[in-house]
T-cell receptor, first 115, second 112 residues
Framework: DGGITQSPKYLFRKEGQNVTLSCEQN?????MYWYRQDPGQGLRLIYY???????QKGDIAEGYSVSREKKESFPLTVTSAQKNPTAFYLC??????????????FGEGSRLTVL | DQQVKQNSPSLSVQEGRISILNCDYT??????FLWYKKYPAEGPTFLIS?????DKNEDGRFTVFLNKSAKHLSLHIVPSQPGDSAVYFC???????????FGKGTLLTVNP
C-alpha cells in the first residue's frame, strides 16, 4: 500500500540534544512538508521541499533543519536551538503539476517530548 | 498574521442534526480550499475541497460552500454522526507553490 511512514512515533529527548525524525513516502510525490501541531495552534509549516535537493523555510523554521537527498525521504532534525521542541510533528507529501489541488497526504505523526 | 481563521474552537451537535463549521481567509491569492479531519494522535485526512471558480462542492454528507466576496467558506455535515467527532481544519493554497496554510481547527463533538 502507498503511504507515508513516520518514525519514531514517540521520542524523548534531553535538553541540548539534536534528534532526527524520519519521513518516507512511496507515493511518488514530488513535494514533501513538515508541520508542527501544538494545542490551540493548528498546523504550522516548518519546512517544505518541492523537488529533490531543494527545500524552503516555512513559517517556523528556526531551530530545525532538513535534507532532501532522495525523492522518497525528507528527514527533519530538531536541533538544540529550538526553544520549545515538545510537540506533535507531521510529515506530508503532495503531487505537483497540473491540476493543482494542494491536497496533502499525511503520515501518522511523531510526538517529541523534551525531558 | 493569521491568513486562515477558524473562530470557533469547538462545536457540539446532536446526532442526526446539521454541523456547520466556518472558516475565513484574508489572502486574495488563495484559489483552492480544503477541509481536513483529524483524530487525536493521528495525521489529518483529506475530506473535501473547492476551487475558487466554484461556490459549492458536495460529496455525500459533506458540502463545502465558498463565498469569495466575503472570503468565507463553510463545511456542512448532514446528518451528523458520532464518528464525525474530530478536529476539522480548514486550509488554503494559491500562487505558484503548493504550500497549504491551515486554520487552528474546530473540535466537533457529535452527541448520540
Amino acid at each position: 500500500d502507498g503511504g507515508i511512514t513516520q518514525s519514531p512515533k514517540y521520542l524523548f529527548r534531553k535538553e541540548g540534544q539534536n534528534v532526527t525524525l524520519s519521513c518516507e513516502q512511496n507515493l511518488n510525490h514530488d513535494a514533501m512538508y513538515w508541520y508542527r501541531q501544538d494545542p490551540g495552534q493548528g498546523l504550522r509549516l516548518i519546512y517544505y521541499s518541492q523537488i529533490v535537493n531543494d527545500f524552503q523555510k516555512g513559517d517556523i523554521a528556526e531551530g530545525y533543519s532538513v535534507s532532501r537527498e532522495k525523492k522518497e525521504s525528507f528527514p527533519l532534525t530538531v536541533t538544540s536551538a529550538q526553544k520549545n521542541p515538545t510537540a506533535f510533528y507531521l510529515c506530508a507529501s503532495s503531487k505537483t503539476g497540473s491540476p493543482h489541488t494542494g491536497e496533502l497526504f499525511f503520515g501518522e505523526g511523531s510526538r517529541l517530548t523534551v525531558l | 498574521d493569521q491568513q486562515v481563521k477558524q473562530n470557533s474552537p469547538s462545536l457540539s451537535v446532536q446526532e442526526g442534526r446539521i454541523s456547520i463549521l466556518n472558516c475565513d481567509y484574508t489572502n486574495s491569492m488563495f484559489d483552492y480550499f480544503l477541509w481536513y479531519k483529524k483524530y487525536p494522535a493521528e495525521g489529518p485526512t483529506f475530506l473535501i475541497s473547492i476551487s475558487s471558480i466554484k461556490d459549492k462542492n458536495e460529496d455525500g454528507r459533506f458540502t463545502v460552500f465558498l463565498n469569495k466576496s466575503a472570503k468565507h467558506l463553510s463545511l456542512h455535515i448532514v446528518p451528523s454522526q458520532p464518528g464525525d467527532s474530530a478536529v476539522y481544519f480548514c486550509a488554503a493554497s494559491g500562487g505558484s507553490n503548493y504550500k497549504l496554510t491551515f486554520g487552528k481547527g474546530t473540535l466537533l463533538t457529535v452527541n448520540p
